[in-house]
């Protein structure tokens, strides 16, 4: 059973920071790739983020480069997103998410198809 539980979500302004959270439960956390997506009203889901298992390797959307941080804590379990100097159309629900797959730790995911476990999401609103 592997649950993946966001938080840190809420409003800030635009130019501020946020950190969000993803605790996982399960047995095999240090082996999952990890990744975070969002969806802002009226749009389709998108790649933000991903980090490998060892979190030796990152890769980021264009839009968020030089802004958003992916990092984890295999100790605590734990995946987070810093993002700083916050845009409008950053806000959305932000998802995590995990994949048992070896080749995305390896190269890189970045479509909601290749990752197997999903959280609930949490809000992140960026007022102008």
């Known amino acids: 059973q592997v649950q993946l539980v966001e938080s840190g979500g809420g409003l800030v302004q635009a130019g501020g920071s946020l950190r969000v959270s993803c605790a996982v439960s399960?047995?095999?956390?240090?082996?999952?790739?990890m990744a975070w997506f969002r969806q802002a009203p009226g749009k389709r889901r998108e790649f933000v983020a991903t980090?490998?298992?060892?979190?030796?390797?990152?890769y980021y959307a264009e839009s968020v480069k030089g802004r958003f941080t992916i990092s984890r804590d295999n100790a605590k379990n734990t995946v987070y997103l810093q993002m700083n100097r916050l845009k409008p159309e950053d806000t959305a629900i932000y998802y995590c998410?995990?994949?048992?797959?070896?080749?995305?730790?390896?190269?890189?995911?970045?479509?909601?198809?290749?990752?197997?476990?999903w959280g609930q999401g949490t809000q992140v609103t960026v007022s102008s």
């Open positions: 998410a995990a994949s048992r797959e070896n080749y995305c730790s390896d190269y890189g995911c970045y479509r909601e198809y290749e990752y197997d476990y």
């Open positions: 399960g047995p095999t956390f240090s082996r999952y790739t």
């Open positions: 980090i490998s298992w060892s979190g030796d390797s990152a």
